[in-house]
């Protein structure tokens, strides 16, 4: 978060002057999850308040994190020994919020495991010494993209008293190595994470705040008189 935050205040002061800044934040994070593949989900979020003119939104960021994983087991079919034996977990998972997009690319790879050459049918599937449990294999990824005033239509589609609804969709698979000829089972395939919205904006004093500014000022001129 701390990346985002200097990123931003670095990309507002290049693109629209000194004057250009943030004096407050506004963070949601919502978890999501679902299995695979391919698979899918809806987060929502609160839309910015502008709590009747006195907050102003300068910009919003939008943050994904996510994972794949799956519980998998493998057996070598080939005729020659497998020394490094291993599998591995892709994935691609896809988040697309009012005008932001975000795209997660993920490859997990096991340990290797050495394993005999295939015992033809001689143990079931799933025992010998041309069997692998890998367990859990996991990978993960993340993104982030900023939304500013321009181009259209900017930060409109963040403002207002609803919600803005997010899908995030994902699809993954799996790969053999170190093999010419396995089969691969899997487990409880899934993708999960977490999504997040920033919103960064300026607060506008109220009229009546603004009076009791002045009153404050006047008073402390004529103490400076006295």
């Known amino acids: 978060m701390k990346n985002t935050v200097l990123a931003l205040g670095m990309v507002l002061a290049a693109s629209a002057g000194a004057q250009a800044s943030f004096s407050e934040m506004e963070m949601q994070l919502q978890e999501w999850s679902f299995p695979l593949s391919p698979g899918n989900t809806q987060v929502q979020f609160q839309q910015f308040d502008t709590q009747g003119g006195t907050r ?11 994972k794949i994983s799956a519980l998998i087991t493998a057996e070598n079919n080939s005729t020659i020994d497998a020394n490094d034996f291993a599998v591995s977990v892709t994935g691609i998972i896809d988040f697309s919020i009012a005008n932001a997009s975000l795209g997660l690319g993920i490859n997990a790879v096991s340990s290797p495991i050495p394993v005999t050459a295939t015992d033809n049918g001689g143990l079931p ?20 993209a900023l939304v500013f005033p321009f181009p259209p239509p900017g930060l409109l589609p963040w403002i207002g008293n609803g919600v803005v609804i997010g899908t995030i969709s994902g699809s993954g698979g799996f790969a053999a190595q170190g093999s010419a000829d396995a089969s691969i089972n899997f487990d409880d395939f899934g993708a999960f994470g977490t999504a997040k919205v920033t919103y960064f904006f300026d607060v506008v004093p109220t009229p009546g705040s603004m009076a ?9 001129v004529r103490r400076r008189r006295i």
């Open 56 to 66: 102003i939104l300068k910009a919003v960021s939008v943050e994904m994190e996510g």
């Open 212 to 220: 009791l500014i002045g009153l404050a000022g006047l008073a402390a």
């Open 125 to 144: 599937n799933g025992m010998g010494p041309d069997f692998a449990d890998f367990g859990m294999v996991m990978g993960s990824d993340t993104d982030s």
